[in-house]
């Protein structure tokens, strides 16, 4: 079935670095993508979104890429702190918003 | 702006107890309110959809009979577990979503059942 996936489980970090967190989905037709991030004990939180007839999209440190010929996307992180450590979603979001999530990163910042 | 509470964020309780958790949408009006379930180290599991004053639709293999929801107001939603079992015990989690608003995601209630 279509699904969203991501190529690594856990991404490790120096604190001032950036990261980058990639995701792979399957359905060509999909228009509208979510990241989110979860820390330890909470729900998922919003981070950024991208639709489909853009190709790049910043927000505050961070970036999202949308390469829909190789459907791709990836999530950048500027200058990563310590709070940035949590767990990453990529969703694609559907019809009536039911989301399709990746398996989730985690991403670790080293002091 | 869109945010969503969730109530209570930890309940313990012993076998048979029916538990209720309460999910609110605090500036926006949810059309759609989704429940999931989430074990550890793994990614969200879908349980159920409710659209205001609609019956919920269930995930396949999620008891309807033992997870009972409500979505009676826009903004909130209420999922009970019934004659709650240890192996109910997990990490629940609601999300509220409208026709101008992707879901986002409460704080989540940890389950244990003794």
């Known amino acids: 079935g279509e699904s969203v996936g991501l190529h690594l489980p856990t991404l490790s970090v120096q604190e001032g670095d950036n990261s980058i967190i990639n995701c792979a989905y399957s359905?060509?037709?999909?228009?509208?993508f979510i990241w989110y991030k979860q820390e330890s004990g909470k729900g998922p939180q919003f981070i950024i979104d991208i639709r489909s007839n853009m190709d790049k999209r910043q927000g505050q440190r961070v970036t999202v890429l949308l390469n829909k010929t190789v459907k791709h996307l990836s999530l950048q992180i500027a200058a990563t702190q310590p709070g940035d450590s949590a767990v990453y979603f990529c969703?694609?979001?559907?019809?009536?918003?039911?989301?399709?999530f990746g398996g989730g990163t985690r991403l670790m910042v080293k002091p | 702006g869109a945010v969503v509470s969730q109530h209570p964020s930890w309940v313990i309780c012993k076998s048979g107890t029916s538990v209720k958790i309460e999910c609110r949408s605090l500036?926006?009006?949810?059309?759609?309110m989704f429940w999931y379930r989430q074990f550890p180290k793994q990614s969200l599991m879908l349980m159920a959809t409710s659209n205001e004053g609609s019956k919920a639709t269930y995930e396949q293999g999620v008891e309807k009979d033992k997870f009972l929801i409500n979505h009676a107001s826009l903004t909130l939603s209420t999922l009970t577990v019934t004659s709650a079992h240890p192996e109910d015990s997990s990490f629940y989690i609601c999300?509220?979503?409208?026709?101008?608003?992707?879901?986002?995601f409460g704080d989540g209630t940890r389950l244990s059942i003794l």
């Open positions: 359905n060509s037709a999909s228009d509208y």
């Open positions: 500036d926006f009006q949810a059309t759609t």
């Open positions: 969703a694609e979001n559907n019809a009536g918003n039911m989301l399709t």
């Open positions: 999300s509220a979503s409208s026709r101008w608003q992707p879901q986002h």
